[in-house]
């Protein structure tokens, strides 16, 4: 969630910490537009979630998400 120049996890409200403008800590931008086979067709919706806040969330999936080393940077 940005307000103005502040960017807040959604989750659990934590300001994420900048330096000089830039983000040193990486977060999760979620955006999604809804579509026909949904009941929020028409809709979009934005949200920004910290590392720790996903990870929970992941924790609590049935199947885990897939992972994997990027090689190429
Ligand atoms: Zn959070």
Redesign the pocket.
């Known amino acids: 969630m940005r307000k103005g120049t502040h960017i807040y996890?959604?989750?659990?409200?934590?300001e994420m910490m900048q330096k000089n403008g830039m983000l040193t800590e990486d977060i999760y931008h979620i955006k999604k537009d809804w579509g026909y086979f949904s009941e929020k067709d028409g809709f979009s919706q934005e949200a920004d979630?910290?590392e720790?806040?996903?990870s929970d969330w992941m924790d609590t999936f049935r199947y885990p998400p897939d992972s994997w080393e990027r090689t190429e940077l």
């Open positions: 996890c959604n989750c659990c409200g934590k979630v910290c720790k806040c996903l």
